[in-house]
């Protein structure tokens, strides 16, 4: 607590919706702006308005207290809008990734009970969504709906949006809203209750096939509250570059309403181009951004840093979602440090099933190769792993969370829900994170590896093996498979995807194997995790106990590749 105020460390976490929280926050600086998406810019007062209105649009629906609603989508206004108009009803949003099947988004809207969904026209599969989801309405946006008329002309001459024949159940996004025209006195806001859901974000947990995380208003809050009181200076009219997808736990809790709760105006950059982020943070200057450490390598790297532009503006330069090496480490403070940024990176760590964030560095008080220390509404702590036997300072063990903002539980999944979250002999509930690592006197955490075979790629993107394995495995030829994380030979840290395939016979060729498993990887698995190489063996190597040897395939690719790294 050395790092937090006192008037920090007196802070009460509100019962309150975040659609109250967010409104209480900014009802009265209705003329600030609060999200600039493109050339244009939408005020507090305008999205204050279209959240009434789109609530009594979802209203007209039939949309009530208790209800989820399915998005397929990115973070763009219309989502922003979304998830607060139907927090205002009580209900809340199902968010998945627009890339997704249509088989799986099927199967998280019955899993959620969902008979609405709603969803973008550029990416997602929408007239195969229209013909076979079991929906009551199907709701349509695109990328441009918020975009100043000179972008939405551009676009439309390049036709990047689906044609789609409207009707009584397929609703165009400006048709939807025109139902709550002049009903918006007819809602009423649902008081905040304790444990009620705000949104649900999927995640693959600490392992296995992605599960839908459900968070509370409680976690919601918490994470803006933890910004809010973390020491950090916030100003009405700094900017926050949001580069986080909405689908994510990180992109909707952390990067959506945590700068809103604080009147931030944010800047959303609805499909993230990481070659790009030296002309993103050059265009829009912004005082506070979260990314993660291959961001910042490519910013460091970028042709609009080649001229000595300074970043004097950063107030923070958030890092999450992997740790880095020493190296790695030192290059970018250096870099930022000779640049005018007035604090070294704000490294920090967090997971799904706490809303998102968990601990930070603020204001320079770093530790080398530390993720930070706790934010102010989580307590963490090292336990002994498998047991609830808490260890002590510097001792290594698996890192455990708890705190207000712990997820209610996975969606339908009461097995998994037990496995993550614990309850100790005192009766407090935590998070059993399955990260080794530990914690020194000062309270700053130290990342020391996985305890399960997640894999952490180049830009934090965590994989989860059993997936695509389940998905390999599904193909006759195919008599054994093991997906592991070998060395990145592209990027400075994380790893690459890989795939080992041991076949049953070999009357068909491996070329032909191997196109055939990438076509079913594309039909069930989102592109950005499909293993980037795939090779074959005669034989899985085992360990004594007859499980694959995970660990001696990863060194056995990397040792085949060293000498090729080396020539290149």
Same mark, same amino acid.
């Given at each position: +607590? ?6 920090? @460390? ?11 929280? !967010? ?17 244009? %810019? ?10 009434? @209105?789109?609530?009594?649009?979802? @209203? ?46 099927? /199967? ?68 939807f809203m025109e139902l709550g025209y002049g009903h918006e006195d007819e809602v009423e806001t649902v008081d905040y209750s304790e444990f009620e859901l705000a949104g649900i974000a999927l995640t693959g947990g600490t392992t296995g096939a992605p599960k839908g995380v459900m968070f509370s208003n409680d976690g919601f ?11 950090? /200076? ?10 986080? $997808? ?100 704000? @490294? ?25 220390? $706790? ?9 002994? &792993? ?11 063990? /698996? ?7 712990? +997820? ?45 075979? +997640? ?9 989860? $093996? ?9 193909? $006759?030829?195919? !008599? ?8 990145? %030979? ?8 890989h795939a080992v395939i041991q076949l049953k016979n070999h009357e068909r060729t491996e070329e032909e194997v191997q196109a055939e498993l990438y076509d079913l990887m594309g039909q069930e698995i989102e592109s950005s995790v499909i293993p980037k190489t795939m090779q074959f063996v005669d034989e899985m190597p085992h360990?004594? +106990? ?16 060293? &000498? ?5």
């Open positions: +607590m050395q790092f937090f105020t006192e008037e920090a @460390q007196k802070a009460v976490l509100p019962k309150e919706s975040i659609y109250q929280h !967010m409104l209480k926050i900014n009802t009265d600086h209705r003329d600030d702006i609060a999200i600039r998406y493109f050339k244009n %810019r939408i005020t507090y007062g305008k999205l204050l308005d279209d959240i009434d @209105q789109c609530a009594a649009a979802f @209203q007209a629906l039939g949309v009530k207290k208790g209800d989820i609603v399915t998005f397929c989508t990115i973070t763009i206004p219309e989502f922003v809008v979304s998830l607060y108009a139907l927090n205002k009803l009580g209900a809340a949003p199902l968010v998945l990734d627009p890339r997704d099947s249509c088989i799986h988004i099927q /199967e998280f809207m019955k899993s959620a009970n969902s008979r609405i969904v709603v969803t973008m026209t550029v990416t997602a599969p929408v007239k195969e969504m229209i013909q076979e989801l079991d929906a009551d309405y199907i709701i349509t946006y695109n990328a441009a709906n918020s975009m100043s008329s000179g972008l939405v002309k551009w676009i439309a001459k390049r036709k990047m949006a689906i044609d789609v024949q409207y009707n009584d159940r397929v609703l165009e996004w400006n048709s809050n918490a994470v803006a509250m933890d910004f809010q009181y973390c020491g950090v /200076e916030y100003d009405r009219h700094h900017r926050f570059l949001n580069i986080i $997808p909405a689908f994510a736990s990180y992109g909707i809790v952390a990067n959506l309403h945590m700068p809103l709760s604080l009147g931030l105006e944010m800047i959303i950059i609805p499909k993230f181009d990481s070659d790009q982020v030296g002309k993103y943070i050059r265009e829009y200057r912004p005082q506070h951004t979260l990314m993660v450490p291959a961001h910042y390598e490519k910013l460091m790297n970028s042709k609009e840093m080649k001229d000595g532009f300074m970043l004097d503006f950063f107030v923070t330069a958030g890092s999450g979602g992997d740790t880095m090496n020493a190296g790695l480490e030192a290059k970018l403070n250096g870099f930022l440090k000779e640049r005018g940024a007035k604090f070294p990176l704000s @490294q920090g760590y967090g997971m799904s099933e706490v809303s998102s964030a968990a601990c930070c560095s603020c204001n320079g008080n770093f530790r080398s190769l530390s993720v930070g220390y $706790p934010l102010l509404m989580n307590t963490m702590g090292i336990f002994k &792993p498998g047991t609830t036997e808490e260890l002590g300072y510097n001792e290594e063990g /698996e890192i455990c969370i708890t705190g207000p903002a712990l +997820m209610l539980g996975y969606l339908n999944n009461p097995a998994e829900t037990e496995k993550i979250m614990v309850k100790h002999p005192d009766g407090t509930v935590w998070i059993h994170s399955g990260d080794l690592g530990s914690i020194d006197e000062d309270g700053f955490i130290f990342i020391k590896g996985r305890i399960k075979r +997640m894999i952490i790629m180049f830009n934090g993107h965590k994989v989860f $093996p059993t997936f695509i394995e389940d998905v390999l495995g599904k193909h $006759p030829d195919v !008599m054994s498979c093991a997906v592991v994380g070998v060395t990145d %030979r592209e990027h400075a840290q994380g790893k690459s995807v360990t004594g +106990m007859g499980k694959i040897d995970y660990l001696k395939l990863e060194k056995d690719y990397d040792a085949m590749t060293e &000498p090729v790294a080396a020539a290149n």
